[in-house]
């Protein structure tokens, strides 16, 4: 699934269609379910507009439709698992050293354009661009405002300014209930833009467990200031068509069926998260460790108290060991019955909570028991 620095990546190709020129906008893949596009949208989309910008937030694009008088349009692009934009000339990317993104480009696709699975065609003037998707779990819609972008959490790369890490981002992984890699992958949550790979990334550099929850301050700082560095040079990277860093784990993560380790040799492992995804770690320094919750700004700072030990009276004559106690009063336990007889009848009343007991039932069965 593209990330953010793919997504960025693609904003940047995207970039040429602003201007002065009408934006022609062909749809071509009518048979997918994700144009959501009705005949009235569409027939706007083919009159006059101009793109005025290209925002991006997290993994949603979204194109800025003006036609003068009227208010404007917003035409949102999410790329879902295999959506890409294709431009001519520019198809064969090198994608941080893999040779594919997708299951789309490469050298297979240089010499056709547009590329097979095309579904949203831009012209403006002489540049085109065109949205195309493999597996067609991308989307598009016209909208009349900036919600769906709105609604999303503080963008990775743009967005962590100090106030905004300070007040919102740090109290949700410093007390968290899900494990920090669900926390990272929720766009709504703490930051936007974070998929399978990048959360994988940080979490290896930064040497947290996936499933770590409740994080000190020190390693909130240390995760969001590496996770800013780790998307700036992916997107760098991926403009200037070169691979990733080779100490990164993104370049030995892909052969998850095959023994591999990372750049200095230590054995990698693939292991399905609580978000559902299979996750690539270095079990030897990425360690789950148990830690209590961090207590909230509403306890005032205050440590949580113990319940109060209930203490001998002395001047009742009672001594220590007589005491209230959370054990068991093993005179309150039930007595089971440990015959033969009565153990025979559970473990037919056992058999009787299953399906097929009435195949069970004949005495040849019973005597076995």
Known sequence: MPELPEVEYFRQLLLPLVGTHKLQIEITGSNSKRIQLSNEERKLIAESFCCTDVLRKGKQLCLVLSSGAETNRYLNLHMGMTGRIHVQGAIA?????????GGVGGKADENTFPPAYTHLIFKAGD???????????????????????????????????????????????TNQRLGVKALLLDQKRCVSGVGNWVADEVLYQCELHPEQKNLTEEEAKDLLERLQRIVAVATDALKNNTHYPQTWLFGYRWTKKKA??????????????????????????????????????????????????????????????????????????????????????????????????????????????
């Open 93 to 101: 990317e090198n994608w941080g050293g893999r040779k594919k993104l």
């Open 260 to 369: 591999t380790k990372d750049a200095v040799g230590r054995k990698i492992t693939f292991v399905t998260s609580s978000s559902g995804r299979t996750t690539a770690i270095v079990a030897s320094i990425q360690k789950l460790r148990s830690r209590s919750k961090v207590p909230s700004e509403s306890s005032s700072g205050q440590e949580l108290q113990q319940s109060p030990r209930i203490e001998p009276d002395q001047s009742l004559g009672q001594k220590p060991e007589d005491s209230p106690s959370l054990a068991p009063n093993p005179r309150l336990i039930p007595a089971v019955d440990t015959s033969p007889k009565e153990t025979r009848k559970r473990k037919i009343a056992d058999l009787q909570k299953y399906r097929h007991v009435e195949r069970r039932t004949s005495p040849r069965f019973l005597n076995s028991l």
């Open 127 to 173: 540049y085109t661009a065109c949205f195309c998707d493999p597996r067609k779990f991308g989307s598009c819609n016209l909208a009349s405002d900036l919600a769906q972008t709105d609604a999303l959490a503080p963008d990775a790369l743009t967005c962590l300014d100090a106030e905004t890490i300070r007040t919102r981002i740090l109290p949700t992984l």
